[in-house]
């Protein structure tokens, strides 16, 4: 019986068709959900004249939503370690895809909020899953590569918003967006059916047939069998203990307080800038066409900085990458507000 490291052969491997068919997947999944976080801030203008929102109402509702993907993911990225993460993101597409469906037909804003906050428990759990699944298929050479390219599907998904927007929703309402953001539930007979599980999940469950075939998948010349021994103790004592604490242990303290910092500004900039870009715009001047051409632009900025912080990734490093690009945010956003043409 011989030993084989499963994590080892999908880093060694070459991008093949069960990479792309892992890419498109978690693409797709992402992509819907760039776009139902950024329709709120598309169709706030027409939902505040409709409903007759105050700035305070409809911040409230915005922050609801974000709370909403905060519980998400404290809720269905540990789901994801007892059944499975193929699991988890077939329900978080099912949840976000049927509340959002239903916060169409929402009469008030207060059956709006409380759809959208159940909504947005399904898109908070699916960002770090599709995130973790990704970066776990792809080959180690171009890791950070691919998996950025796939996070480019959150930018894709908030210029589609931002193009619907401005050609489609004055004439149908912002309940349109809603329509558009529901259609994924429509893929998931496909997803489940194409979509592989997790690795690691099928190695701690010592599920050798699992792991063997899609090992094969990837790398055709392996031959690997159910008999193999796919590293089973080691991982399982690997996997001992709470998650969270080993983000403190060998002296990582004071990094992963720092990573929180920069993700909790990031993430501050990014829904503040979804939500409320295009209805300050309209305040100074703009008609809602060109308002939300501003959020189209920004997603275009945010798919070249991913594909370029990608490959520089791999010539200079993480750390001077993640540091040139928040220097470059910080001075940008200054000058942003201090502007006015």
């Not at 908070?124 to 171009?142: D, F, Q």
Request: some cysteine.
């Amino acid at each position: 019986m011989r030993e084989v490291n499963a994590s080892e052969v999908v880093g060694n491997s070459k991008f093949g068709r069960f990479h792309l068919m892992v890419f498109l997947w978690c693409l797709f999944a992402i992509t819907f959900d760039g776009f139902d976080i950024a329709m709120y801030g598309v169709g706030l203008p027409l939902m505040m004249e409709e409903w007759n929102l105050t700035p305070v109402e409809a911040g409230g509702i915005a922050s609801y939503s974000l709370f909403g993907m905060m519980v998400g993911a404290l809720i269905f990225a540990p789901l994801a370690d007892k059944i499975g993460r193929k699991k988890v993101l077939a329900i978080c597409i099912g949840i976000f895809s049927v509340f959002t469906l239903l916060s169409s037909f929402a009469p008030n804003p207060a059956f709006f909020s409380v759809l959208r906050f159940i909504a947005a428990l399904g898109m908070g759990g699916l960002m770090p899953n599709v995130i973790s699944l990704m970066a776990e298929y792809s080959p180690k050479k171009n890791k950070v590569l691919i998996v950025t390219a796939m996070y480019c599907g959150y930018s894709i998904g908030s210029i589609l918003a931002s193009l619907i927007g401005m050609y489609v929703m004055e004439q149908l309402s912002w309940r349109v967006l809603y329509w558009i953001g529901a259609l994924p539930l429509l893929a998931l007979p496909f997803f489940m059916k194409q979509f592989p599980e997790s690795l690691s999940y099928y190695v701690i469950r010592k599920q050798g047939a699992k792991i063997a075939g899609i090992l094969n998948r990837i790398d055709p010349d392996g031959d690997y069998k159910e008999s193999d021994d796919y590293e089973f103790a080691k991982v399982q004592e690997r996997a001992k203990g709470f998650p969270v604490k080993k983000l403190f242990e060998n002296k990582r303290t004071l990094s992963t307080f720092a990573f929180w910092v920069a993700a909790f500004n990031c993430l501050l900039m990014v829904y503040g800038l979804n939500t409320w870009l295009p209805k300050i715009m309209q305040q100074s001047g703009y008609g809602l066409t060109s308002s939300l051409s501003f959020n189209l632009i920004s997603g275009i900025g945010q798919i070249g900085g991913s594909i370029i912080g990608g490959y520089l990734v791999g010539k200079i490093g993480h750390r001077r990458v993640l540091v040139s690009l928040c220097a470059i945010g910080t001075v940008c956003f200054v000058i942003l507000g201090l502007t006015s043409n």
